[in-house]
C-alpha cells in the first residue's frame, strides 16, 4: 500500500500562483510515474501533469507554459507549480502514484481562483 498525500491548494486571484506538494510512502519513490490529475465541478476528472521516472514530463494542452511538475526523489515528494492561474483552473486536484498498473490515489487538494 502506498500513502499519497496532497497540500498546498487554496484561494488565489487571477493571474496569481500556488505550488501544490503530493508526498508518496515507499522507498521506491524513484520508479513510481507521478500524475496530478484535477476536477471541476460538474465536469470529468482530467489528467494535467505527468512526470516518469526519468524526470521526462507531459502537460495537458490547457495548462502547457503555466503549470510545471517536477520530482525530489530524496524528499518522496512531487511538486505542482501553478503559474497565470485562470476561473477555469478551479477544482480539486489529485496527485496520483502510478506503480506498474496500480494507481494510489491521495484525497485531493481544492483550488479556487477568484476575485
Known amino acids: 500500500q502506498v500513502l499519497v498525500v496532497e497540500s498546498g491548494g487554496g484561494l488565489v486571484q487571477p493571474g496569481g500562483s500556488l505550488r501544490l506538494s503530493c508526498a508518496a510512502s515507499g522507498s521506491i519513490f524513484s520508479i513510481y510515474v507521478m500524475n496530478w490529475y484535477r476536477q471541476a465541478p460538474g465536469k470529468q476528472r482530467e489528467l494535467v501533469a505527468t512526470?516518469?521516472?526519468?524526470?521526462?514530463?507531459n502537460y495537458a494542452d490547457s495548462v502547457k507554459g503555466r503549470f510545471t511538475i517536477s520530482r525530489d526523489n530524496a524528499k518522496n515528494t512531487v511538486y505542482l507549480q501553478l503559474d497565470s492561474l485562470k476561473p477555469e483552473d478551479t477544482a480539486i486536484y489529485y496527485c496520483?502514484?502510478?506503480?506498474?498498473?496500480?494507481?494510489?490515489w491521495g484525497q485531493g487538494t481544492q483550488v479556487t481562483v477568484s476575485s
Open positions: 512526470i516518469f521516472p526519468t524526470h521526462s514530463t
Open positions: 496520483a502514484a502510478r506503480i506498474n498498473t496500480l494507481d494510489y
